[in-house]
């Protein structure tokens, strides 16, 4: 199977840390998709949410404020000023990510209209989650 290495790192440490099939970037110029074999990059990345597509099919989301991520063929590393993961392992453990996560996209002012973009996608991907 062909994966990628992603890494999400904070100033307050590593976020994720795993081999995943893919993910879709919030990229300041639109939402982009790497994939195993990506030609390498280096971007801005904006307010918005990382969708991750782990190695058995499932998403994982994390909300960031925003950050930059370097991209090889086979790893993607994410350098973020903050970022939530929204998950756990029951209702009440997603709401509260789900609540940090607004929290954090609220904390910056660059656009209205970027933030309640993200702060949908961050909802429907909560809702999605199984427990």
């Known amino acids: ?13 590593q976020i994720f840390t795993n081999d995943v099939k893919g993910v879709t970037l ?3 110029e639109g939402e982009f998709g790497v994939l195993p074999n990506h030609a390498s990059i280096v ?5 918005g949410i990382i969708d991750i597509e782990l190695k ?4 994982d989301v994390v909300a960031i404020n925003w950050g930059h991520v370097k991209v090889d063929e086979n790893s993607v ?4 000023d ?14 509260k990510s789900l609540e940090a996560a607004k929290e ?4 910056i002012s660059d656009s209205d209209v970027a933030i309640a973009m ?9 809702k999605l989650k199984k427990f």
């Not at 199977?1 to 440490?13: A, Q, R, S």
């Not at 058995?56 to 998403?59: I, L, T, Y």
């Open 1 to 13: 199977m062909n994966t990628l290495k992603l890494e999400i790192v904070t100033p307050e440490g």
């Open 26 to 28: 919030p990229g300041k």
């Open 43 to 47: 971007a801005l990345l904006q307010a």
């Open 56 to 59: 058995d099919g499932n998403h």
């Open 77 to 80: 590393t994410i350098l973020a």
């Open 82 to 95: 903050g970022a939530v993961s929204i998950g756990g392992t029951s209702e009440s453990e997603v709401a």
């Open 104 to 107: 954090l996209l609220k904390s």
């Open 118 to 126: 993200a702060t949908a996608k961050i909802e429907s991907a909560a």
